[in-house]
């Protein structure tokens, strides 16, 4: 009998034991417009254990993609709600972090959108599971709104209510920037946080005078992001600072344009937006717009895009002609183009030199005025600047390059 006893003793404290290591593996489901994005963000933050892309709470419709954007669907209340489900370990991250994320990453003073993405199944909604999570909602939802208030912002349009139902999206859609690393990802978030002394402060002061370029970065992971430093501003060293900023750190300066689409190209003059590019932007197009930012309607944008020349012995080339060791710079990328060492007095007017500096050049044919010559431009930023004739000195080619396309830099000495 005393056996007995003891053995249910042990499994009642099993039972309990595997209860208490369990019962803090806690579900939410969250909807803030395409799932993709929200998906990836919920997986970056340190205790969520899962985020699965599903359809929640439609009726009358079927829990498939192909259903819930059908036009007939896409205004229809009854539709399913492109939701997260986020399985989190609540001794590793609260709740409360959770909703916070929520709101700090998506607009929710849209209704029924997100952006481009229009319909009912990209509204804001939160799904709680029980009275706990909605008293939680509901409080942070409060608070939020306070902080939107603040700041100019209108009504919460979050819809909260019970999870009734819930159908896992296609396989495709799970872990979809993942597999698809160039998917769409934009930032929606409305740069209003809980506690901006959590946030990374950055002091916008700099930014204030004179030309900077700003690029919009987004706050999580953005693949188009990481192409647009892989392909260009990584690469870039040009005069005119380049800066990063997320949605939520752009404190005094003006810009006019929305900030939800990352990446964004935006120029600043004196704080004030210029102009701006939204989306992913081609090296070449990029200089492009940042040709006309840096050099206006000048002489040299006439040589570098429009494959222009410099007058003869223009202040430029009076200016390069003597300069002491160093190399020749392009103006708009900074890539080292030619070199003092390779420069010669050709009388012609223009700069001349033997060789441009490896890989930083090259050459197309140019038929135009009935002429046949060979052009040479940037290979960093695709912009003219000037010729290459056979007729340099000892049988060396000689590059006649327009200066006003050019900065010098001086050679650091060494002792």
Known sequence: MNRLIVNIFIIFLAINLHANTTNHIQTIYLGSGCFWGAEKGYESLKGVIDAESGYANGYGVKPNYRSIIQFKNKYN??????????TFNSNAIT?????????ENHDPTQHNRQGNDVGTQYRSTILFENKSQKNLAIKIMDIYQDLLNAAGYGKLKTKLEPLDNFYLAEDYHQDYLKKNPNGYCPDLSTGIVFNQSEKDFHDNTSLLSGKHILILDSQDYCPYCEKLKNDVTDKYKGSIPLTYRSSDQLHGLSIESPTWATPSLILLEDGKEIFSYQGYIESKDFYKILGRFKLGNTEAYDVAFNKGTDSRFCKEYEIFKNTPEGVFIDKLSGEPLFDTKDRFVSRSGWLSFTKPVDGSVYELPDNSFGMRRTEIRSVSSDIHLGHVFDDGPNGMPR?????????????KQTI
Do not use: Q
Request: charged fraction near 30%; hydrophobic fraction near 50%; charge should be negative.
């Open 77 to 86: 209340e009854n539709n399913f709600a492109e939701v997260v489900k986020v």
């Open 399 to 411: 590059y006649c390059i327009n200066a006003t396309v050019l900065e010098f830099k001086a050679r």
């Open 95 to 103: 709740l409360e972090e959770i909703l916070k994320h929520f709101f």
